[in-house]
């Protein structure tokens, strides 16, 4: 059975069956039937540089697993701050240059075409709303990082690559912000209570979902999701031995940010991107 | 030691001592001997689509992990529902087109002319039958999964990817079916209790064996599959944190199936299906 | 520093300080010089079967994760049961053809032709004496299985893939045997008391290094170690889990094993061995 | 945005600002300005076979998941024990000949050539000049190990392959040895702070980074690497059993050491290197 044909029948059904809460002009637009809403205007084509760092950065975080098939990082525009790159529906390993959309900070598309657009895209919007200081926001499903979004258990820095997380992860629960939901931040008002809950921090998890990780260029949003995860299990290793455990100290975590050694993730980058590029 | 003389051997040996309770049709067409039996006759080829996603399906389960050599997947005839398709003994990652048997839904083969056919497809053949809704089935002994089905801890819901659990997994234990046996969903009987198990349900754990997970197309049973296996290793990594877990609430779990948003497995299938054709 | 010079430079101390516990006629013939003691007579070459499915074995061990560059895999010769098979010291992931030497069972090589021998032959060689239903055996420090080899907590079957374990898998810890040593099984003694610690079973825990496995063929022996190390995976997480855990009944156990369905690896040894020979 | 750039930014804003602490001659080099401190004189080139294992060492790490694109290893000079060679600022994996650095015992770079360094370069020439038995040195954040450095619970020997341990591996708290810092070992008195909890073992833990590994050759200290990690995860789970842990006695441990078997790494080293020289 053709997957998509299946996906086409439901909607097509819901929609006949003339379900408004259902209904929507992304819906519409993700079927492939015409746009009648107007675009928003472009601000133009991003750098080459940028362009192809986000490409990579999909690569990337599939490459590393933090994301699979679901999962999705998008760049702030390099010349338009009210603009973003988001890929079309797709997973992140498959991304290439042609998929990319432009957005503006409604998380309206400026060129989607008719393309498929992922419904959580305004996890993005949202937050660059919000944060001038962030050019480019992660989010993932990474499966080491959900056991910290589910319990008490606050997620706090036990290696110095993990420093950014100061004194520990916020945690966003939908079910707080919109009560009984599907889970899914694909309205303005979810994405605005996401980046309420992210406040001016790096990163925040997503109660039952993972984690939305941000940062000041695509190299510090994806190594810093790289290392959240990594972080994650080592501090369930380290609480599984038993004993008490020694966490970054607030002071130190602070020294490590103000050094910035290691935290461009330069070097990293460099092995990542090579990496994905050889494939 | 040719491990195929041995089997050979072995079935003989039973077969001279005339041990009426190992003789079967079926182990006769499996060794190779004339099948006496009527065949049941064929309902046609499937359509191409089915039979290239079915093999993509059994190569993507054993892509991601959730099959090694045991496990198997098959889909129903899309032209006659009494009918469906599953491949020889084999290992799901080595399956081709030619691998594929027709079965009718007691699990008589229809054109296995000799080849050695899965014990445990009674375990599809009685779900075919009991759930006129299911049209793809996998069976499948990931270990990250087998846990919970020896423990009086629920598998139950701790991600939205694994929304389609509701309140938690069932588990058949073939002891209470069955008595002490040799574990496998060998005839119709175990198939029927097995089916039982499921009921209306997605999926069932198996004690002290692995899963069996169905959907309404293949991209929905391999998906399920899949993701059953990450929320397994992610609630136990949860509850091993210490505190107490939140799983998702079954209105939210409702809520996710009812969105239907990424539920198809259509991004995800994309992307397995191209990592399988690739190599 | 070239570390096969740092050896060769130890031994030689060792022979020159005269120091007669340390010295052996295996350890001049590892070192290169000529051997005076006789070699036993050959019993002809193995089988091309035996011999391919041998290099196979360490191939597919190594591949598998069992081994890494320590662990080692013997068969039997197939005309001769006072011989059998080893690779030369070699990391089994490396071993071709040539790389075979013949032994008799006191573990002394017929054809070694100065070639470094692996320490820990006595381990095959004494099995071989005790077991005559035994024709191939691995030795591994497989991570996950040594675990159980140190903790008071028994390696029992959570899994039908090691129904095999019984009721459960024994320890040898040479420290009982011998006193406080390095470890290795090194000597005939050594590997007598392997063997006592094994019995009848089909697997043996080493306390603080590893396991022994053993079969009727190479695909049992290569099987059950492949499935013992899934099922002290699984059963450390069913305990984690922190409820009861219910493991095979010793009735289940023994119909699994009569049963005979699986259990001769047929199907795995097909896919296991197509991908080492894809390599 | 261009990381590279970002990191230039920063070093020469602190520099505009005349901050003393933050600048130094090796900032410089970094940044890629002209040195004005004199070099130390070269001992000439190292031996082609300890270039060769350097390099080897270096992808050795990254493929055995040692390092990421963090962590260093070095190698004292083969003719001048007062030189060692370590690569450029440089993920591991993608080390070649051409990015080896020499560097005197100080770390001072005799050929940086305004090639960005490692800035805990301060590791290796600080243990080299307190152990002169050392000649190789590896720096590693191998996730498995930090749990390790931030308990109370020491990482002692559950495998035979980790008897270099002794009795347990001491932890390097740099709170204690330098107050509130970001973490690195970047100048001499850390460097020596660390060799000082070295004392004359094999390895020290470094809380809440990782570890530092020493032997008398490349593949000691390689190999000492590989095997603490894979024995942090083993004695994990048998912790994680719940009951009584038995490690290796003391006695044993020595013995070990004493036999050499095995613990050259010789046969390992030979699979490493072929492994990564044929990517």
């Excluded at 909607?11 to 929507?24: K, Y």
């Excluded at 338009?80 to 797709?90: E, G, K």
């Excluded at 694909?186 to 941000?214: E, F, S």
Aim: glycine share 8%; with cysteine.
């Amino acid at each position: 059975m053709n997957p998509h044909s299946a996906r086409t029948a439901v909607r097509r059904r819901d929609f006949l069956a003339g379900s408004l809460c259902a209904f929507s002009w992304t819906m519409l637009e993700a079927g492939g039937l015409p746009a009648i809403a107007q675009s928003p205007p472009s601000a133009g084509p991003g750098s080459p540089r940028l362009i192809e760092d986000l490409v990579a950065a999909n690569r990337i975080l599939a490459d590393q697993g933090i994301v699979d098939a679901f999962g999705h990082v998008s760049a702030r525009h390099d010349t338009n701050p009210n603009r973003y790159f988001l890929s079309r529906s797709l997973a992140p390993g498959l991304v290439t240059t042609q998929d990319l959309i432009e957005y503006d900070l409604d998380s309206n598309a400026v060129n989607a075409s008719g393309r498929a657009q992922y419904s959580e895209r305004f996890i993005h919007g949202e937050i660059y709303k919000a944060r001038a200081d962030v050019r480019a926001v992660v989010h993932a499903h990474a499966p080491a990082v959900v056991p910290f979004g589910v319990s008490t258990v606050p997620l706090r820095p036990v290696s110095h690559m993990a420093a950014f997380i100061g004194d520990r992860v916020p945690i966003f629960d939908i079910r707080t912000a919109a009560g009984m939901t599907d889970m899914l931040v694909k309205d303005a008002a979810r994405g605005h209570a996401l980046a309420a809950a992210l406040a001016d921090r790096p990163a925040v998890l997503m109660r039952g979902h993972g984690m939305t990780v941000v940062g000041p260029a695509l190299p510090f949003a994806v190594g810093r999701a790289i290392y959240l995860e990594a972080n994650a299990r080592i501090q369930l290793q380290a609480m599984a031995l038993g004993g008490p455990v020694t966490y970054l100290d607030p002071a130190e975590a602070k020294a490590v940010m103000d050094s910035g050694e290691n935290r461009s993730y330069e070097r990293a980058w460099e092995l990542w991107k090579q990496k994905v590029q050889a494939k």
